[in-house]
Structure formats: structure tokens, C-alpha cells
């Protein structure tokens, strides 16, 4: 747990040093610096997505794949809740991001796929769907592209979320809201988005 809490208090200060803007890293009042200094949003969804990565697989290997399937002291569950069990990664994830939401309005993101089992996590602009199609054809190269919505301007990167282990695809496969019964090991299942407004 204290590797989550590091990682999370890591986007915690990714977070912070985005609200604060171009000259959060200094000490330099913030309101006459120049907006070309800070660092371009592609860094910034890159670095976030690394620590969500990081955290994502964490969570799955350390902590539900040692507890569930090698220590077999607890199991994960989608109803965790009734069945005193841990969340799905999934879960872990969408709670994460719901949380971030709830602090800072610099940058958004969720994991989402064309063939959701949750239909909340379908994608709802031109750009999601364009993303999702693009990693699922190659996971190793991320999507950009920019987006405006309620006229804000965005800037979208959207990133291949692999199935790394059977256990992805077997879950998804047998899953009764699955639209989509056929993953194999490798497939790309869905996207992790990031949008960060420019302004
Ligand atoms: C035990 C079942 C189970 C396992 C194992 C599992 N998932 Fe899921 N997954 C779910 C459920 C249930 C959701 C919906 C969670 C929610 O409510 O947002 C989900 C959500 C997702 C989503 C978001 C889109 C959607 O389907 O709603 C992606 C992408 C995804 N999982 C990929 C993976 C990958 C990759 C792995 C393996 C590393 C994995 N899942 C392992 C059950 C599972």
C-alpha cells in the first residue's frame, strides 16, 4: 500500500503543479511569467500516464494477483463491496480518477473501450473513438489530438490498455454486460484518456 500512496501523492503533485500553471516549479510569482515556459501538455500526458501505468499494474500484480491467486487470502470482486472483497483493477482505477475529478479541473482521465462491460466507460466524442480505433491497431504508439468540447479546447492523448495476463480475457469473455466475447492475450481492450484543457 505505501507504493499506491507514493504514486498517488505523486499525482497528487502532478496535479498541483499543473493548477498552479507554467511557473508552478519556481518561485516566481506565477502572474507575469511566460506561458511558453511550462512544459508542453504531450509531457504532461505522458508523465501522467507513466504514473498511472505504474500504479494500474502495481495494484494488479502486487496486490490482487499475490493476494488472490498466490496467497489466496482474499479475492477480487466486482461487488467488493457485499462480498468484502478487493476491487477489480478497473475499479481501483475509475475510484482514482473520480477522486482527481473531484480536486482539480487541470486534467481528466478514465479508461475506456470500444466494447465496455460498463457502458459508462463507452467513448463519447469523434476523438475517443478515433484514439481507441488507432491503439487498437498499434497498442505501442499513443494517440493526440486536440478536441473542443463546451467551447474549451483540449488537448486528448489516449493510451493501449493490453490484455497482459489470461486472466483479462477470460474475465471479459465470460462477463454477462460483455458486448465482445472474443479477446485474446495481446489484444488492446480499451484506452486510457487523458484530457488536459489549454488555456
Ligand atoms: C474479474 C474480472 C475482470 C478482470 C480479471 C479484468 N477486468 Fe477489466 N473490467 C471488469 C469489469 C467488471 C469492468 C467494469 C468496471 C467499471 O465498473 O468501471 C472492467 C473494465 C475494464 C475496462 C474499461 C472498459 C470496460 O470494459 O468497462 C478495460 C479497458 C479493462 N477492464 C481492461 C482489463 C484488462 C487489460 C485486464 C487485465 C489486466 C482486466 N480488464 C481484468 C472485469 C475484469
Known amino acids: 500500500m505505501k507504493h499506491l500512496l507514493a504514486q498517488r501523492s505523486l499525482v497528487a503533485v502532478l496535479a498541483a503543479v499543473l493548477a498552479a500553471g507554467p511557473a508552478g516549479c ?3 510569482p506565477s502572474g507575469g511569467s511566460d506561458p511558453s515556459a511550462g512544459i508542453s501538455p504531450k509531457v504532461m500526458a505522458d508523465a501522467l500516464h507513466a504514473v498511472m501505468e505504474a ?3 502495481v495494484y494488479a500484480s502486487q496486490v490482487v494477483y499475490r493476494l488472490q491467486d498466490e496467497e489466496e487470502v482474499v479475492h477480487a470482486s466486482e461487488h467488493w463491496q457485499d462480498e468484502k472483497a478487493l476491487p477489480l483493477p ?5 475510484m482514482g480518477a473520480e477522486r482527481v475529478a473531484g ?3 487541470a486534467f481528466s482521465y478514465g479508461l475506456l473501450s470500444k466494447w465496455p462491460v460498463n457502458r459508462k466507460n463507452a467513448p463519447r466524442t469523434e476523438l475517443e473513438t478515433a484514439g481507441l480505433d488507432s491503439v487498437a491497431k498499434d497498442p505501442s504508439k499513443p494517440f493526440y489530438g486536440r478536441e473542443t468540447l463546451g467551447g474549451v479546447e483540449y488537448f486528448t492523448a489516449v493510451y493501449a490498455d493490453v490484455a497482459v495476463s489470461p486472466a483479462c480475457v477470460t474475465c471479459h469473455n465470460a462477463h454477462k ?3 465482445r466475447t472474443d479477446f485474446e492475450e495481446g489484444d488492446t481492450m480499451g484506452g486510457v484518456v487523458i484530457r488536459i484543457p489549454l488555456r
Open 55 to 57: 500504479d494500474r499494474t
Open 177 to 179: 454486460d460483455s458486448p
Open 90 to 94: 478497473a475499479q481501483m482505477f475509475r
Open 103 to 105: 480536486t482539480t479541473d
Open 26 to 28: 519556481d518561485s516566481k
